[in-house]
């Protein structure tokens, strides 16, 4: 899970887009990329030739979500499988977008793709709400990619209330959906969302403003997202090293190598620094620091003075020390209690054979991999309610809960809140090697 450390409103913007299926969600990215000129001549012409497109309106000559749906069974049943990444690019700035599955059963593939997002759009069908009543009822997928947005610690949230166009562009429709979703965000204690009316099908209040939403004085979608400050939110911790990988060079006194390579997660790491590596304790000191070139590849005959957050590097010691895949190098002085051998986590459950407190499972906590078992479920998020369910004994696929753990031996960990690399983790089942559950560290006892 990356972060961005520049501060500014400049640089890449990472964001999902999430909801319920048939919201509209792969047509709001194709409507991005048409608009913003991101799609060649001949994808456009061979787009209009496709067998399996959705779009009938005579207004849209094409259809726009098959700009990302890239799996043909994607485009034979009209929906999202995977997770479609695509790059786009405006005047101000670059983006990276991941077009989310809505179905339930592609949950985890949700959760894939918002782990490595910076901003969520959530998208609501304002055409599948019933809003003839006072209190409109959201979709319950709706709600539970609302719940995991929570989850995974997401700052900036946009609201799309879709496909207005089949709703005369009607002002009174959207105040209750956006009210209804204000609320939603209040009950999940959400950062408070901006909610866009829009038609991603016909392009209003995408990329162009709209003259059928004159009643709308906001910015476009497009406009929002250029103005975002994306710095980082989660770097109260210090330097955080996992070590990935040890290379050694047999050699003669002078040519011998030991590197430890990995990525730097948080903070920096100079030459001549003293720093501490856990779980040993051992203290040591940076001689040389070698900045990746690509594929893998160190120039050890061009070391660098420092590396910060985001750098691939390897690094040699002074002293001789023990180091293994899973260490976790940190600054000498900030060497406070981070070694713990139980956790409460919040975690959503991404197998189809349900949670059991009776067996084992494999934590994988940034390199490092250790044997758990999950001593207790405290609570159970109840997607149609909001509200959380105690003395829960099971936890099945696609729900969320949260739960304390109990490890083999300690990890060093940060809380999620303060770092998103080294307060996650994913739960792997031992017999299968399925991924079974992303989680969050909320307390190390």
């Known amino acids: ?38 799609v060649l001549t001949d994808q ?8 399996h497109a959705r779009v009938t309106a005579s207004d849209a000559a094409i259809d726009l979500a098959l700009l990302t749906d890239g ?48 901003v969520a759009i959530l998208l609501v069908d304002a055409t599948r709400l019933d809003t003839s009543k006072s209190n409109i009822s959201l979709l319950a997928q709706t709600k539970r990619h609302a719940a995991i947005v929570k989850m995974l610690g997401l700052k900036h949230i946009a609201v799309a209330v879709n496909k207005i166009d089949l709703l005369n562009f009607d002002e009174e429709v959207f105040k209750k959906i956006k009210e209804e979703i204000l609320n939603l965000a209040n009950t999940l204690k959400l950062p408070t969302p901006q909610v866009f009316p829009v038609s991603a099908l016909l ?27 994306i710095s980082s939110e989660k770097s109260g911790v210090n330097l955080r090293f996992p070590v990935q990988y040890v290379a050694r060079q047999d050699g003669s006194a002078a040519e011998d190598f030991r590197g430890y390579l990995g990525r730097v997660e948080s903070g920096e790491i100079h030459q001549g620094q003293q720093v501490t590596i856990l779980p040993a304790g ?26 910060k957050a985001g750098d691939v590097i390897a690094l040699t010691f002074s002293e001789d020390v023990d180091v293994s895949r899973g260490d976790m190098i940190i600054a000498q002085d900030n060497s406070s209690d981070l070694l713990t051998k139980q956790l409460i986590a919040d975690i959503c459950w991404l197998d189809h054979d349900a949670l059991s407190t009776s067996r084992k499972y494999i934590l ?17 998020l109840d997607i149609e309610t909001l509200s959380q369910a105690v003395e829960a004994d099971s936890l099945g696929v696609n729900m969320i809960g949260r739960v304390e753990l109990a490890l083999q031996k300690p990890i060093a960990a940060d809380l999620f809140d303060e770092s998103l690399a080294t307060g996650s983790f994913v739960l792997i089942d031992e017999a299968t090697n399925h991924t079974v559950a992303a989680g969050m560290i909320r307390e190390a006892l």
């Open 364 to 380: 994988r906590h940034t390199t490092n991999t250790v044997f758990t078992k999950v001593k207790n479920i405290i609570q159970i």
């Open 282 to 307: 051992s203290v040591a000191t940076v001689a040389e620091i070698y900045i990746s070139n690509g594929l893998n590849s160190f120039g050890q005959n061009t070391s660098v003075e420092m590396a």
């Open 44 to 51: 456009i012409q061979a787009l209009t030739k496709t067998k």
């Open 203 to 229: 392009g209003d209040n995408i990329v162009n403003p709209s003259k059928n939403f004159n009643w709308y004085q906001g910015p476009t979608l497009l406009a929002w997202l250029e103005g975002l400050d």
């Open 1 to 38: 899970m990356e972060q961005l450390h520049n501060k500014n409103t400049h640089g890449v913007v990472r964001f999902i887009t999430c909801g319920s299926v048939d919201d509209g969600k792969s047509t709001l990215i194709g409507r991005l990329l048409y608009d913003t000129k991101a």
């Open 71 to 118: 799996l043909e069974a994607e485009r034979e049943q009209g929906i999202t499988i995977d997770v479609a990444y695509r790059y786009f690019s405006t005047v101000k700035r670059k983006f990276i977008v991941a077009d989310a599955p809505g179905h339930e059963q592609y949950t985890r593939n949700m959760v894939t793709g918002a782990s490595q997002a910076d």
